[in-house]
């Protein structure tokens, strides 16, 4: 057996990956937690304990040989300093880390691609909340490459776009389906120049999987991008399509929006237009159609008790 280390794996995108890798012959999947959310599936091992809690991993951890780690839950560069330190020399083959595609800095050259120029600080712009997120996601990265290096152990980084789909907790896609079940107005800027890219969480469940011991992928970063590109108005759009409701609509300008602080989960004026294009090209894989893998969410959604 093949024995996967997985950090997280119990929310959102690590919880679908876990789901889609015991579909798979030869896997023995470890989850270390904190265990607030078991999953309490058939043939995974779920263990709780911080990740930065290193005596608790040593002891928690079984000695056996890592054919990779994947991480979804490391935010800043001790995460993982403090994770491998825990690890025997020559215990794992390979590093999965989920980065982000939020660490590049803006520029008007589009797509943006991985080798694209990085964020050099924090964006206090963003808020105390998320202000040192992204800079520190690339710092990770930074460490992340710093450690493999040193342990002669590959990485592989993988930075997705905005995700949806099956168990996103992001008020993201929930909060355009509680609108239109509620026969509520949906208010979108005027402006209608600022387009965004996805990616749904099956198909970054699906690339994980399909880069596991893959020598195409050691030692390098991709984005992972559909290659739609989506404004406000084409999103709900394609909800009133997948849905085959009635969609009330109003604009309003960008200052408006900020003012009465409606809760878009986009940029009102930004375009975040990345290219997947070099992950499709190393695996041969094809993402999800943005409208499939909406409809697949909205299915979801109304699994989950969403008014029909």
Known sequence: MKN????????FVGRVFVEELVKEAGYSIYIVNRGNAPLNMEGVHEIACDRNDGDGLRHKLPSLDWLAIVDFCAYEPRDIKNLIS???????KQYIYISTTSIYKDTLQLPVMEDSPKLTGPQPELGP???????????????LMKQCRQ???PYTC???AIIYGKYNYAPRESW????????????????????????SVWDVAKIIIACLDNEKVFDKAFN???????SYRRF??????????????????????DQQRIPLPFPLDKHLIYSGALIQQVLGFQYIPFKEGMRQTYEYYKEQGGQT
């Open 129 to 143: 909340q998320m202000a040192d997120y992204a800079f520190n996601k690339w710092l990770g990265e930074l460490e």
């Open 158 to 160: 993988l930075r997705p």
């Open 176 to 199: 355009f389906f509680d609108m239109i079940h509620q026969d509520k107005t949906i208010v979108l800027p005027d402006n209608e120049l600022a387009l965004f890219q996805f990616v």
């Open 236 to 257: 709900v759009e394609v909800l009133k399509e997948i849905t085959g409701k009635r969609v009330s609509i109003r604009t309003e300008s960008i200052e408006t929006i």
């Open 86 to 92: 825990v690890l025997p020399e020559g215990s794992f």
């Open 4 to 11: 996967i280390f997985v950090i997280g794996g119990s929310y």
């Open 224 to 230: 992972l991008s559909a290659e739609d590109l989506v």
């Open 151 to 153: 342990r002669k152990s």
